[in-house]
């Protein structure tokens, strides 16, 4: 009610830019330039997703979870696995999920023994024991030759074997996503989230359990996590142990901090930039994680906060200099 | 039985390049309260390093111990630089101090795969230490025992370090309670400086004196880095004896897992780990839960 108050005139200048963002993504396979760049699109709309879940924990819950490329990684392979296994997409997308979170529900159930660097030191040592057992459990994962799929599913006669089909199923996975994250954020378990994060003791004194609000929201980042592992074995359709390493979960984590924890935009931000970086990067280089490295030091040193934040801060800054210095010449003039 | 046997040889020589490799990431963690996570990269950077040496450099060949000893120095002070002027920027900033030191990790990572390639590297064991001990049936190679011989002495030292020096308490003060430490007049941050060098360059003394055994490799890094976090969950952070105990745990379970399991020999890891963290989240010997 305030708020319709407040602007009674017009669409707000947030809204005009979220419709503007919206018809750029609906019309990304007519402008672009050729397929190449629309598979980086979707690839950016799923590592978006990755990078949402992340956010969940990272940005919301305060908990900074390494390890989250291995439940990437147990989605992305169960997939393979009941494919290679003669069962149908339907039923394989439906077992990754449910696999997935059920993995998330241990990984959680361990890690929030701890908060902070705690956290962050078992989500690692869970991260690299998925790995391992990716490397090693030959008999089911196949070792380092990773698995191979074939064929993509074709949802309601609709078939997603060309890179628009499938960057048009990346958006509409994207969105829903988009949209599950802010309810869930602007929800009373979001905001308790948020307590949590800030306040853990005092949250506790007002009678919420903070360990069960920690545990739910691992799984909606679980969720997110074993949807976005489905997307990429869909795209790729190879999955192997490299796909699980801690590089992978730091990008994720890359993806998160770059473009701003905490808040809905910044890990997409996030994600488009670790992708079209490289991306673009790696058609020039091998040295793809000295400058991961390298961008990550200089993030956390320069830009603590994110590109979104940290954008938003210097725009508003430079907004109110103006405003002061208008209104300076306002006052000198008479 | 002789297989038995020579698997728990195998697994105490494991325990103890873990423990070199743990007991400076435990101390690490102890008095700054950040995992290194840069300490895998030290391992393998430090193998790498006296892998040159021993191999020839400039038309120089080092004798094994001396190489050991130049590349350990040298991480040790590349430790204090990545101290004094990285982590220094971020006082009480634990979370980017952890993300700090796993983008360095990144870096050296491929700084390694960079110069030396991607092909393993073996380092020949040194001389007067290639033979075999024979015990009626059984047979040990000499390397490994002196491996033992060499954790348990830097146990001793490191022990006697902590226990019997003035620097030693200083150290233990700024475990216990850093702020009080400072209080008392115990310059804490300068302890930092030279307990993350100590600790860098015990790593690079494991990864090299492990180097005869492992062999020097791309990845060395990520797959010591996790072994070393286990140890510290298991044992207790910033106890020299959590880490002693738990680096000989994990070493059995390592290798008779890899013996026994080899499909799941990293994931029965996660068993000591799981156990400690239902019933002491702490650590064995741990003073507080991280």
Redesign the interface.
């Known amino acids: 009610m305030s708020a319709a108050r407040k602007r009674p005139a017009g669409l707000s200048g947030r809204a005009v830019a979220y419709a503007i963002a919206l018809a750029a993504l609906a019309t990304v396979p007519y402008w672009m330039p050729g397929e190449y760049y629309i598979n980086v699109s979707s690839q950016i709309l799923f590592y978006a997703v990755f990078a949402l879940g992340l956010n969940v924990l990272v940005g919301y819950a305060g908990l900074?979870s390494?390890g989250h490329a291995g439940l990437l990684g147990i989605a992305a392979y169960a997939t393979g696995y009941m494919l290679e296994s003669g069962y149908g997409h339907p039923l394989a997308i439906v077992a990754a999920l449910v696999i997935g979170v059920a993995s998330m529900a241990l990984y959680a159930v361990?890690s929030l023994?701890?908060t902070?660097?705690?956290f962050?030191?078992?989500t690692?040592?869970?991260g690299?024991?998925i790995?391992?057992?990716c490397?090693?459990?030959?008999?089911i994962t196949n070792g380092d030759n990773g698995i191979n799929l074939h064929g993509r599913p074709h949802p309601f006669g609709f078939a997603i074997n060309t890179a628009t089909s499938f960057y048009y199923t990346t958006l509409v996975v994207f969105l829903l996503a988009m949209a599950a994250v802010t309810v869930f954020v602007r929800s009373p378990l979001g905001a308790a989230l948020m307590g949590t994060r800030d306040q853990p003791r005092r949250m506790n004194a007002l009678g919420y359990h903070v360990w069960a609000i920690r545990f739910w929201a691992c799984m909606f980042s679980g969720l997110l996590t074993a949807v976005s592992g489905v997307m990429f074995v869909y795209y790729t359709q190879f999955i192997s142990p490299q796909a699980v390493?801690?590089?992978a979960s730091?990008e994720v984590?890359l993806m998160v901090?770059s473009g701003g924890a905490g808040t809905l935009l910044g890990p997409v931000v996030g994600a488009a930039l670790v992708v079209v970086v490289k991306s673009v990067v790696s058609g020039f280089i091998e040295?793809?994680?000295?400058l991961?490295?390298?961008?990550?030091?200089a993030i956390?040193?320069l830009m603590?906060e994110g590109l979104v934040p940290g954008t938003v801060r210097l725009w508003r800054l430079a907004w109110r200099r103006l405003n002061a210095q208008r209104g300076a010449k306002a006052e000198a003039k008479p | 039985m002789t297989f038995w046997l020579l698997l728990t040889v195998n697994s105490i020589t494991f325990g103890g390049l873990l423990f070199l490799l743990a007991a400076g990431f435990s101390l690490i963690f102890g008095l700054m309260?950040?995992?290194n996570?840069t300490h895998g990269s030290l391992f393998m950077l430090g193998a790498y390093f006296g892998a040159t040496f021993v191999g020839g450099m400039l038309g120089l060949y080092f004798n094994f111990w001396v190489a050991a000893l130049i590349a350990a120095v040298m991480v040790a002070l590349f430790g204090a630089v990545i101290e004094r002027f990285?982590l220094r920027?971020?006082p009480g900033?634990?979370?980017?101090q952890?993300?700090?030191t796993?983008?360095?990790?990144?870096?050296i990572?491929?700084?390694c795969?960079?110069v030396w390639g991607g092909d393993p590297i073996n380092v020949a064991t040194p001389s007067g230490l290639t033979g075999f001990i024979r015990l009626g049936p059984l047979v040990f190679p000499y390397y490994r025992l002196a491996v033992i011989a060499i954790a348990v002495a830097v146990a001793l030292g490191l022990w006697l370090l902590l226990d019997r020096t003035r620097l030693g308490a200083m150290i233990r003060a700024g475990v216990d309670d850093p702020d009080m430490a400072r209080v008392v007049g115990i310059r804490v941050s300068q302890l930092f400086t030279i307990v993350f060098s100590l600790g860098a360059g015990l790593a690079a003394f494991a990864g090299i004196i492990g180097a005869p055994i492992l062999s020097v490799y791309p990845g060395l890094d990520?797959q010591m880095?996790?072994l070393a976090?286990?140890v510290?969950?298991l044992g207790g952070s910033g106890s020299l004896l959590g880490s002693f105990i738990g680096s000989l745990i994990i070493g059995v379970i390592y290798n008779f897992g890899q013996a026994l399991l080899?499909?799941?020999?990293?994931?029965v890891?996660?068993l000591p780990?799981?156990l400690v963290?239902?019933f002491r989240?702490q650590g064995l010997f741990g003073r507080f839960?991280?």
């Open positions: 900074v390494l361990l023994r701890a902070g660097i705690g962050i030191m078992i690692l040592a869970l690299e024991i790995w391992g057992l490397y090693r459990w030959i008999s390493d801690l590089t730091a984590l901090i040295r793809w994680n000295m991961l490295g390298a961008i990550f030091v956390v040193i603590p | 309260r950040i995992p996570l990285l920027q971020l900033q634990p979370l980017a952890v993300l700090v796993l983008g360095i990790a990144f870096m990572a491929d700084f795969l960079m990520f880095l996790p976090l286990v510290v969950i080899p499909e799941l020999s990293y994931f890891l996660f780990m799981l963290l239902i989240p839960v991280p």
